[in-house]
């Protein structure tokens, strides 16, 4: 099976940055999408941006020229570089990646467990 690990989240200020990492682990044969999606108390999840196997990007209108993504195949990980946090990007963030694993390359969709971010002051 395929794990997926997050970490890099915690509290910071309104106007600071944080780095959200996560590493996909198991029996990987390829990933083609990651991304991270985010779900504050009361709303449902939502996505905050994704990246291609070809490094094509996606963005939420909310976090276009804050937010980064981007991706280490060789280590089959996905960060997650935030700027100029807000109050309301405070959420728990989780990791999702799609590929095959295993010498059958089953497909897989995976989530993490996710990672608190709190913006406040």
């Known amino acids: 099976q395929v794990q997926l690990v997050e970490s890099g989240g915690g509290l910071v200020q309104p106007g600071g940055s944080l780095r959200l990492s996560c590493a996909a682990s198991g029996s990987i044969f390829s990933i083609y999408a990651m991304g991270w999606y985010r779900q504050a108390p009361g709303e449902q999840r939502q996505l905050v941006a994704e990246?291609?196997?070809?490094?094509?990007?996606n963005y939420a209108d909310s976090v276009k020229g804050r937010f980064t993504i981007s991706r280490d195949n060789a280590e089959n990980t996905v960060y997650l570089q935030m700027n100029s946090l807000k109050p309301e990007d405070t959420a728990v963030y989780y990791c999702n990646a799609d590929g095959t694993y295993g010498t059958t390359q089953t497909w897989f969709d995976q989530w993490g467990q996710g990672t608190q971010v709190t913006v406040s002051s």
């Open positions: 990246i291609a196997s070809d490094d094509t990007t």
